[in-house]
């Protein structure tokens, strides 16, 4: 049963609310407000107001750091992973991330994230269709030259590394084209290869923020196409005519006074 607070118990000095000056109003609106980067919180801290204190999963006893949760690691093609450590009750030891670095990937026909048991000493995709390339996974004597100049042999590679010199077959998934977004971490040396990809990143991860961006640019173009619209009717009802020409004297110079005596004077011969 849930023992309920008895009407003689709560003072009624405390149901009143303490008036606030503006000073320190405004200075507890500061102190939570809102922030947009909190930084680093593994290893505790403080971010708007609230102090972060890193604790152990059993008990919840304070620790002056926080333990890691994933290990870095490589896929075998260079993509940058983070591979999730597994816990103890206690929370004092880890696997290792043993769980992702066991996983092998087949070099056959592409299939990865697979174990390889006794079961299933090879890759199951090829074991199932009897692969005539690889022998059902059981050729293990074809020599694979990697970017670096070393070789390896056989069809079945670790799927993670723990290094980026280890990757086998690394490839660049990166290049010049940033996210849209200041906050998203695709941007600088994480920037995408083309603008497509970029789109595609940003419809699906960044919906609402990617349709406002839209709505911004159309309306932009909207604008500077009523611009041009604007200047082009101005010249149109300005009508500008054409300036004469300017004849030359006979000494080849140009001279507008001499033009005008010369027509007064016909002007005179007629009358």
Not at 80 to 102: I, V
Not at 235 to 243: G, K, L, Y
Not at 262 to 271: D, E, G
Request: hydrophobic share 35%; with cysteine; aromatic share 8%.
């Amino acid at each position: 049963m849930v023992k309920v607070l008895e009407a003689t118990d709560i003072d009624p000095l405390e149901q009143l609310e303490v008036p606030m000056t503006p000073e320190e109003e405004q200075e507890a609106m500061d102190e939570f407000a809102p922030v947009a980067n909190s930084g680093d919180l593994s290893d505790g801290g403080k971010v708007s107001g609230v102090q972060v204190t890193p604790r152990s999963g059993w008990g919840g006893v304070p620790l002056k750091q926080g333990r890691p949760a994933a290990l870095r690691g490589w896929m075998w093609n260079g993509t940058e992973s983070m591979l999730s450590l597994a816990y103890n009750p206690e929370g004092t030891q880890h696997d290792f991330a043993m769980h992702y670095r066991r996983k092998r990937h087949c070099l056959c026909c592409g299939t990865g994230g697979f174990f390889v048991t006794r079961r299933s000493p090879g890759c199951p995709n090829c074991i199932k269709n009897n692969c005539d390339q690889c022998r059902a996974s059981t050729d293990k004597t074809k020599v694979h030259e990697l970017a670096s100049g070393k070789t390896i042999k056989g069809w079945i590679i670790p799927n993670f590394y723990l290094s980026k010199e280890q990757v086998p077959f690394p490839v660049n998934f990166y290049g010049d084209i940033p996210c849209f977004l200041d906050s998203c971490p695709r941007r600088g040396a994480r920037s995408f290869l083309t603008y497509q990809a970029m789109v595609m990143h940003a419809a699906s991860l960044h919906k609402a923020q990617w349709e406002a961006e839209l709505q911004a640019r159309a309306a932009g173009r909207t604008d500077e196409i009523e611009r041009l619209r604007q200047r082009l009717d101005a010249m149109q009802a300005a009508q500008v005519q054409p300036a004469l020409p300017i004849r030359e004297t006979p000494s080849g110079r140009t001279n507008k006074a001499w033009e005008t005596r010369r027509r007064n004077a016909a002007t005179k011969n007629q009358a």
